[in-house]
């Protein structure tokens, strides 16, 4: 006869280990805004029901913020050197008749 302890639990880690890589993967293959987005969800997700992959969800968190940090930067970045351009380009006297 075995002995029954009860059911086993699984512990699962799925979304913490995905949030995790698909944060490297943002990194690296410099996706945009959507990606990141929908893997933050993931890793807040992860934390809150996934005890074991804290550590994995934390990381991934931090990596889909430096990702989406990235991307707003450069449009930032883009939009202030296309204002600029402009600015310069542009004769400001013709704009107003003199």
Known sequence: MTA???PTTHHGTGKGTASLLLGILSLLAGWTLIAPMLELILGVMS????PFA???AGWGILLNLLAMLGWI???GLLL??????AIWEVDVGTLFGG
């Open 4 to 6: 029954y302890d009860g």
């Open 47 to 50: 934390r809150g029901s996934e």
């Open 54 to 56: 804290r550590g994995r």
């Open 73 to 75: 930067l450069a449009g």
């Open 80 to 85: 202030a050197a296309g204002a600029s351009w």
